[in-house]
């Protein structure tokens, strides 16, 4: 913290309308901060341009550390930045600074004494930490090193998710992720620059057919105040080569050019975890049942018709699941493994249509089942396996949902999903967990639960 020096308050009073703050940055990442002034009105004589700062306290007392800014004379204005070494303080901690002006330097004394209006001309927070962040690829079954992981067609997305308040109080002020910075070697296009406030990043891409040879994508991401996580940069793909079948077109569905989902789509078809109807067409914007989320999850766990149970344990045994009913298996298994539940009196109801509430209940559920319950696309390093599993870390984004409330039995998958970039809401507060979701949508979140993690 600041030293404090006593001295004549009389001495350091500011000329009203002198001295102004006319720039300083909201952040400042407790090395050096800018500080642009002007004074305006001096009287003749040489004059001094000082400035003082303080800790913002919860009772400010004085501002001390005075330093000579600019020697002036004569009447003419003048303006200029000073560059303020920060002083070691706690991160989150707000410095603010008056600028005066006076015939001595520093008024004889080294702390200045607010009078009756001399309210901070400017603040800084001191953000010391760079960002949080985990870093995701698209979905795979090959035993690789992430960075090495091959893609199963030629569009997809590489996503990452950070945060810069990493388990810190809600009280003290973070500026944010600014800019992930990514890079991409070779003649692929880097994306746009995102927004300031963005903590999700998403890198939709199409490698083009002439693709060969190593190829790298990366991130670093910086926050607003300069901080960047440390040891980067952070690869999705570091120099490895173009893999057979990489560069081949994704699965196609003539109703999906265009569609929000379409890459979601076309990606989770062409591994085979999705399909589209008998005229072709894929359906985004349709419904699901229950029965058939149970079958998608299920293939995304490794089965086949051939390795379903022909017969339900007695757990798993509901009256409106027969035997010669389609979906009996996937059903029996999902409930086998913990996936999914009836919903009482012995019914599983499995031509109802599945809401957003409930994909992300089942979500839920397979991150906190066994690893030994964990196979196919599940069990290779996926986020709903590792990063979202229990005991899961902090998620790291969180929401205010108006339409979530405490104690429903989606509260907490809704938290996790949006938390873990798997499910986004359908605006800034509202989630709507009793809306039917769309295959588009299941579509867009399996394949982000299915993502593999870095």
């Known amino acids: 913290m600041f030293a404090l020096a006593q001295f004549s308050a009389a001495s350091a009073v500011a000329v009203a309308g002198d001295a102004s703050i006319t720039n300083i940055p909201t952040f400042a990442n407790a090395v050096s901060v800018d500080v642009d002034w002007a004074v305006t009105g001096m009287a003749a004589g040489t004059k001094n341009v000082l400035i003082w700062s303080r800790i913002q306290n919860a009772v400010p007392v004085a501002y001390s550390n005075c330093t000579l800014i600019a020697t002036i004379i004569g009447t003419s204005d003048a303006s200029g930045t000073f560059t303020y070494t920060l002083p070691a303080t706690v991160n989150g901690d707000v410095v603010e600074f008056i600028v005066t002006v006076d015939d001595d330097v520093c008024g004889g004394g080294t702390e200045y004494i607010p009078v009756a209006g001399d309210d901070p001309m400017g603040d800084t927070t001191v953000d010391t930490f760079g960002p949080v962040f985990w870093k995701f690829n698209p979905p795979t079954k090959a035993v690789t090193a992430f960075d090495a992981t091959p893609v199963a067609c030629n569009t997809f997305e590489m996503w990452a998710l950070g945060t810069d308040r990493w388990l ?141 149970p022909a017969a339900p344990t ?47 209940t089942i979500l839920n559920n397979v991150a906190d089942a066994s690893p030994l319950f964990y196979g196919g696309f599940i069990g290779t390093g996926s986020v709903v396996a590792v990063a979202w599993g229990s005991p899961a870390p902090y998620p790291l984004r969180t929401a205010a949902w108006t339409d979530v409330s405490i104690g429903a039995y989606y509260a907490t998958p809704v938290v996790q999903a949006y938390g873990w970039g798997v499910a986004e809401g359908t605006s800034a507060t509202t989630f709507s967990p009793d809306q039917p979701v769309t295959r588009g949508e299941f579509a867009s979140m399996l394949y982000r639960a299915l993502s593999r993690i870095g």
């Not at 299920?298 to 086949?304: H, L």
């Not at 509901?318 to 035997?323: E, I, N, Q, S």
């Not at 029996?332 to 019914?347: E, K, R, S, T, V």
Request: glycine content about 14%.
């Open 168 to 308: 810190l109080p809600s009280t003290i002020g973070y500026s944010g992720i600014g800019d992930w910075k990514p890079s991409v070697t070779g003649s692929f296009a880097v994306p746009a620059p995102i927004g300031p406030a963005e903590d999700l990043f998403s890198w939709p891409f199409a490698l083009p057919a002439t693709a060969s040879g190593a190829w790298t994508f990366s991130v670093y991401p910086e926050d607003m105040a300069g901080n960047q996580s440390g040891g980067g940069p952070y690869y999705f793909r570091n120099a490895y080569g173009i893999q057979a079948g990489e560069t081949d077109d994704c699965t196609d569905f003539p109703d999906m050019g265009g569609h929000e989902y379409e890459l979601y789509v076309r990606y989770l078809a062409t591994l085979g975890l999705v399909s589209g109807f008998a005229d072709g067409t894929f359906g985004p914007d349709n419904t699901l049942t229950r029965a058939e989320a149970a079958t998608l999850i299920e293939i995304s766990n490794g089965y086949d018709e051939t390795t379903l």
């Open 314 to 360: 007695a757990a798993c045994t509901f009256t409106d699941v027969a035997a010669t009913d389609w979906f009996a298996g996937w059903v029996w298994q999902a409930c086998a493994d913990g996936y999914m539940n009836g919903i009482g009196g012995g019914l599983f109801d499995p031509n109802n249509l599945l809401t957003r509430g409930q994909i992300v």
